[in-house]
Structure formats: C-alpha cells, structure tokens
Antibody, heavy 119, light 110 residues
Framework: QLQLQESGPGLVKPSETLSLTCTVS??????????WGWIRQPPGKGLEWIGSIYYSGSTYYNPSLKSRVTISVDTSKNQFSLKLSSVTAADTAVYYC???????????WGQGTLVTVSS | SYVLTQPPSVSVAPGQTARITCGGN??????VHWYQQKPGQAPVLVVY???DRPSGIPERFSGSNSGNTATLTISRVEAGDEADYYCQVWDSSSDHPGNVFGTGTKVTVL
C-alpha cells in the first residue's frame, strides 16, 4: 500500500516560487506502473490537475499552468517535487500529491497540504 | 481544452437513488473515473474505468458511460454518502494530453 506525504512551506509571498515535496513510502518511485502527480484544490472549489511525471522524467503538465510549473523526481530519495513560480493569491489551495495510472484513475492521494499565498 | 460539466448539486432522500452526470464531448470514448470527497479529506476513488469498483466500495455505487454523458449512480442512499463527487478522464485528444476533472457535484441527503 503506497503512502504519500507532502511537505513544504504553508505560506508563500506573491511573485515567489511555491515548492513542495512528496515522499513516497510502501513502494518504489521507480515503479513502471505509475505516474506521480500533483493536484490542487482552492478553498471551497473543485479539483485541478497540475501535472504528472514518470520515474524516467517524462512529464505532462496542465496547459493553463505549464509556463509556471516544474515537476521533478528524485529516485534516490523516493521523492518527487513541485515548483510553481510567480504565484498569486489565486494559487492558494490545498495541494495533493498523488499516484496516477497513465490514462487511468488517481490510485493514491496524499493527505494534502494548504499553501497560502499572502504577503 | 477538454471540459467536463457536472450539476452543482443533487439532493436525495435516504433510501432513494442519486444520479450524478458528467458531460463531455464524446465522453463515451474515454474511461471515466469517479471520486467521493468529504469535508477536510482527500478524495476517494469510488468507480474507475466507467463502471468498476475498487475493493471496499459498496455495490451501491455504480457507473455508466455513453455518448456525451457519464453517470454515477448511488443506490439506497445513506447519510454517509453526503459528499462532493468528481468525475475525471484522461484527455489524449489535444496537443496537450492530460488529466481533466469535472466541476464537482455536492450530494445532499435530505
């Protein structure tokens, strides 16, 4: 049973870069079965897929965020990370890391971490 | 980009049947997945690949998908089914393939 845990600052200033890390336990991030992804949910709103990465480094990004997003994987630490640049208040959300079958469902979710963008 | 449209809310009495729709262009050609989310919790997968249930999900949850509409059906609704529900697909039809979530539906048990 895979388990995911997000970590990172809960408060980011406008125009700065949001950085989060997801630590994977109960399995290897080098598994060929899954993509590793980030999904966010602004307070009181719906889910938005941010992007996904394969252990080899191939990525898919939401076109609406692509210019500001970088997702990377560190197989030695069994972690993957999210960087979102030039944040504004609209980026305030609960950020979930997730395990996603390519073309399929989100199989596992982290507990989520609230990131607030404010000066 | 691909858009999935859900009704904002559905109300249902206990013991009755709730149907939640997810509309998208030719969605019948895609695999649709459904999630239940209760307040303060991460979503939980309740139906995948249109109509399959993960282990531990009651048979009361079922799904169908045809044409431009996918449907999640909750039979014999219980108070514990009150939650937000989201559909999701993988859209490979555009230049930028990716995951798409529906707008979400709040199910209220009367």
């Amino acid at each position: 049973q895979l388990q995911l845990q997000e970590s990172g600052p809960g408060l980011v200033k406008p125009s700065e870069t949001l950085s989060l890390t997801c630590t994977v336990s109960g399995g290897s991030i080098s598994s060929s079965s899954y993509y590793w992804g980030w999904i966010r949910q602004p307070p009181g709103k719906g889910l938005e897929w941010i992007g996904s990465i394969y252990y080899s480094g191939s990525t898919y990004y939401n076109p609406s965020l692509k210019s500001r997003v970088t997702i990377s994987v560190d197989t030695s630490k069994n972690q993957f990370s999210l960087k979102l640049s030039s944040v504004t208040a609209a980026d305030t959300a609960v950020y979930y890391c997730a395990v996603i079958t390519l073309g399929g469902p989100v199989d596992y979710w982290g507990q989520g971490t609230l990131v607030t963008v404010s000066s | 980009s691909y858009v999935l449209t859900q009704p904002p809310s559905v109300s249902v009495a206990p013991g009755q049947t709730a149907r939640i729709t997810c509309g998208g262009n030719n969605i019948g050609s895609k695999s649709v997945h459904w999630y239940q989310q209760k307040p303060g919790q991460a979503p939980v997968l309740v139906v995948y690949d249109d109509s399959d249930r993960p282990s531990g999900i009651p048979e009361r949850f079922s799904g169908s998908n045809s044409g431009n509409t996918a449907t999640l059906t909750i039979s014999r609704v219980e108070a514990g089914d009150e939650a937000d529900y989201y559909c999701q697909v993988w859209d490979s039809s555009s230049d930028h393939p990716g995951n798409v979530f529906g707008t979400g539906t709040k199910v209220t048990v009367l």
